[in-house]
Structure formats: structure tokens, C-alpha cells
């Protein structure tokens, strides 16, 4: 399941997507190694090594979560990300953190249903077409008329005709216990044990036969997957491979000035509910219970007031690996427009294209807009490429307006003076930037 990457090959992955910082790209690198590495030792000695977490200081929108989710996608991990400030929040109640847990336990069992599901889809098309077709056909009609139903379905004949089929009520409401938040992820699930009273329900549905086939098959394989595997496999994807990333760390340090009256009792508190989880402990889910020795667990903040030594030692020691990201200057903001795989110009040029518009960008239209987007963050908040997402809509909007109206193979060309035009003017006033940019 998880692909044996080297540190290498790792860091040039990511590089697809991620501009610069190298530094951060190679500590996640190593970590995701480190975790092969262990599973290759003999079980006394690996049970011994823990992972080593990782520590991502550096400013907002610069691709600390970025690196963390694309590194999870890469290993096939189930990833989760949690504001630490969430458990700050008024109503916390110490065991909240392990909710994290059981919503990696959810993730974990929505991507191992997904991988299972492959497996069995073969016949479960077989079993979904048979039931599309005493749909269709009803259930008493001739070898020869299904025969014949079958054959236009394959062909794609009755894609779009609509169809009414039997499918499974999942509409059963969500319980909420009153007063617990959160206790229906905990030991009983009402849905579960109605579900089973009730029996399979069904109920009719009329949809086109192409979008019945795609409900009759998912529910076909559902039917053929062995819900216990899929949990204890999900179970193993989280102790194993599980990635979690707590941002906003520096946020829960009770500040060094004010440990001195006393500290911050509530952030602090949340830091000591975070350290078992880091440390290593058992969760209990509705699934079964869930060690967390090995889940890797990669926090970070811009720790412009806090410092990492802010954090409770026991949490600076659960956190070994540092890495500093960059913040991003214009030359980095340029390259991000471009060179990513799915790049903000590739998306806008795309996303215009299925107008019939083609949209191009000279490449001195390229560097003023990251210039721009440089000044704009020097000037007004520094919030790195996300800065980008706001100039371009701002750049590009009458064009996103008006695309359906234009002649199909319109070409318009993205020119410095239409960036300065468009955006630069705004820029110059910093309270209108504010609002707008
Ligand atoms: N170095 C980079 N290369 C490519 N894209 C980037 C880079 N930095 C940020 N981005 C893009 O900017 C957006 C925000 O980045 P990201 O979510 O990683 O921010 P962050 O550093 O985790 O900040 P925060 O702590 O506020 O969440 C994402 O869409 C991401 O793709």
C-alpha cells in the first residue's frame, strides 16, 4: 500500500507542486522513509521506534499544509488537518483531541472502501446491469428482450432515459446526543442499530440509466465488501501510515510574558490533552480501539509572538524535526503561477477554455502580477501565495463574466499593461487593497 519512495524521489514529487522549500520537503521525505524503514525491521525492534514529528515554522500560505496533504496523497495515507485553536474554543472538554483520531478513522475507512471497491467492481457491474434491467425490462420479460435491453445499455443507448430504480434508504437522520457533543461518533451508533432493525430498507428512485447504474453498482460492491475488513484494514492504514497536521501550535503557547501570571490555562491545557495523543496512547472509536504510537504527526505556526520554546518541553521533545519555510518573494510568487502541475494559470486557462476562449499570458504579464501580489502582501498582510488566488480573480473577472458571449476561438491575451490597468491601480490605494485584493 505504501509506496517504498526514497527521500529523492519524495522531494521530486513534490516538487511537482510545491515551489522552494526545499528544506521542509526534505523532512517530511525523511519521515515518510523512516516509516518504511521501520516496517522492514523485525516486530520486537520496530515496535521501539516512534516516529520522528515534524515542527513547520513559517508565515501563512506558504505551503506548509500543502507539503503535508500532497506527501499523505503520495504515500496513500489518510491525512487529517486540525486547527489546534479549535480545542481553545468556549464548551472544550479535554478528551476532544481523540475526536481526532476517530475522524482519521472515518478518512481511513472512506479510502480503503474506495480502494476495496476496485476490487470487486467487475461483479458488481455484472450485478448492478441485472438489476438496471428488471428495471427496465421488468423481472418476468424474455431472455430475448433483456438480451435485447442489454445490448443498448452497453451501447450507451439508454444513457439518458430515465428509469426508476430501487435503491437503499440511507436517509436515516444523524443522532446527536444532547448535551455530548460528539457522543454519536462514540460507542453505539443509533443509524447502526436502526439499520439493522429495519432491515435493508428501499425505497424508489428515478434517475437516467447511466446515473442509476453508477448508484446500483456502488451499492452492489458495497454488498460484495466485507465491511470488517474494511475496518480493520482502515485501522491498520491510520496506526501505521496515518498523517495528522495540527496547524496553529504557536497559537495554544501560553506566551512567555504571561507565564509569569499564571499562564494560559486553557491553551496550555490543550497542549497537555495534545501530548498523549503524540506520545502514543489507545483511542477508543466506534470502531475498535486505535493506538496512535506511530501516526506521524506534523504541527506548525508562524510563531511570529510564541516561540517553539514556548510549547511545554514534553511537546518541544514529541516534536524533534524543525524545519523554517521561506516566506515568498516575488521571483517564488511567479514561479508558483507557472510551474505546479495544476498552476493558477493552467486552471484559469483551462476553466476559459471550456467556453471556447484561449487565454494566454505573456510572460511580462506573468512577472507583473507576481510583483503585484509581492507588493500587495508587503503593504497591506503578508498572507504568501494565497495573495495570488485574490489578484487573479480580480484580474480576470470580467473575462470569467463575459466568456459565455464571446465567439467561439476568442483569443485574448493577458498583457502588462491589462494587469496594471486591472490590479495596479487598486494596489496603489492600500485601504481599497484591502477590501478588494
Ligand atoms: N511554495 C508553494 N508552491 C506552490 N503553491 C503554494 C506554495 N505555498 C503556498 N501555495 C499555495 O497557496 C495556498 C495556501 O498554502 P498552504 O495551505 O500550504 O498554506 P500554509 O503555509 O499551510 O498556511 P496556514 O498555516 O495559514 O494554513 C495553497 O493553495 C497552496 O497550493
Known sequence: MNPAFSPREIVSELDRFIVGQHDAKRAVAIALRNRWRRQQLPDALREEVLPKN????????????????RLARLAQAPFLKVEATKFTEVGYVGRDVE???????????TMTRERLRKQVVAKAEIAAEDRLLDALAGSHASADTRQKFRKM?????????????????????????PGMPGAQMGMLNLNEILGKALG????????????????????????????????KEAIGAVENHGIVFIDEIDKICARSSETHVGGDVSREGVQRDLLPLIEGTTVATKHGSVRTDHVLFIASGAFHLAKPSDLLPELQGRLPIRVELAPLGRDELVRILTEPEA?????????????????????????????????????????????????????????????????????????????????GTLAQTADLAKFIL
Request: charged share 25%; glycine share 4%.
Open 54 to 69: 515534524i515542527l513547520m515554522i513559517g508565515p501563512t500560505g506558504v505551503g506548509k499544509t500543502e507539503i503535508a496533504r
Open 99 to 109: 475526536q481526532i483520531v476517530r475522524d482519521l478513522v472515518e478518512v481511513a475507512i
Open 153 to 177: 445499455l452497453r451501447e450507451g443507448a439508454l444513457d439518458e432515459r430515465e428509469v426508476e430504480i430501487q435503491a437503499a434508504d440511507t436517509a436515516l437522520p444523524n443522532f446527536d446526543i
Open 200 to 231: 435493508n430498507r428501499t425505497k424508489p428512485r428515478r434517475l437516467t440509466c447511466k446515473a442509476a447504474l453508477d448508484l446500483l453498482t456502488a451499492e452492489e460492491s458495497d454488498k460484495l465488501l466485507d465491511q470488517e475488513r474494511v475496518v
Open 343 to 423: 498552476s493558477l494559470i493552467k486552471q484559469y486557462t483551462a476553466l476559459l477554455a471550456t467556453e471556447g476562449v484561449d487565454l494566454t499570458f505573456e510572460p511580462a504579464a506573468i512577472d507583473t502580477i507576481g510583483a503585484l501580489a509581492a507588493e500587495i502582501n508587503a503593504t497591506v498582510e503578508n498572507i504568501g501565495a494565497r495573495r495570488l488566488h485574490t489578484v487573479m480573480e480580480r484580474l480576470l473577472e470580467e473575462i470569467s463574466f463575459s466568456a459565455p458571449d464571446q465567439p467561439p476561438g476568442t483569443a485574448i491575451t493577458i498583457t502588462p499593461a491589462l494587469v496594471r490597468e486591472r490590479v
